[in-house]
């Protein structure tokens, strides 16, 4: 219900996640997600999303499933956990694959954004940092949406 309450809004592109399964991806879909984030390379649920003209982003952890699941037509490469090294381990694996749209999503908050921009990530997620676990248990949305505010900025100054 949240997904389509929201996805009828102008100003919001939405997604979903953590999709396992083709009927997963049609459920989104259908409820007006417009991209699907996966935990790892399934070729079913990128084919999937392909089939039904949304975006995937499976979690990527190595150079190889980032090339295999660049390979079975994934949009994006969600890198996740952040490797040692960070951004320059992005900027190492763009070198021979620049093709790649790798999105760090853990391990990146408003202070690092830029540095991974930097590096070449084709975006950032904020997830853990974004949603302080006291600050959702107390329904401080205003917190919330103020830390937001500050990640978007760091991002777009990259």
Excluded at 106 to 113: F, R, T, Y
Aim: glycine fraction near 8%; aromatic fraction near 6%; proline fraction near 7%.
């Amino acid at each position: 219900e949240l997904v389509r309450d929201f996805a009828r809004r102008d100003d919001l592109v939405v997604g979903t996640g953590t999709v396992m399964d083709a009927e997963d991806v049609r459920r989104s879909v259908d409820a007006g997600a417009r991209f699907v984030v996966a935990p790892g390379v399934d070729e079913v649920v990128i084919e999937a999303a392909k089939d039904l003209g949304v975006a995937s982003m499976p979690g990527t952890h190595t150079p190889t499933e980032m090339l295999r699941a660049h390979r079975a037509g994934a949009n994006l490469c969600k890198l996740f956990p952040a490797p040692a090294g960070g951004p320059a381990w992005v900027r190492s694996v763009l070198g021979p694959m620049p093709y790649l749209k790798i999105v760090p999503t853990n391990g990146v908050d408003e202070h690092n954004a830029p540095e991974w921009i930097a590096a070449g990530a084709f975006s950032v997620g904020f997830v853990a940092t974004l949603f302080d676990p006291a600050d959702m248990a107390a329904g401080n949305w205003d917190a919330i949406e103020a830390r937001a505010r500050r990640c978007l900025a760091a991002a777009r100054t990259s």
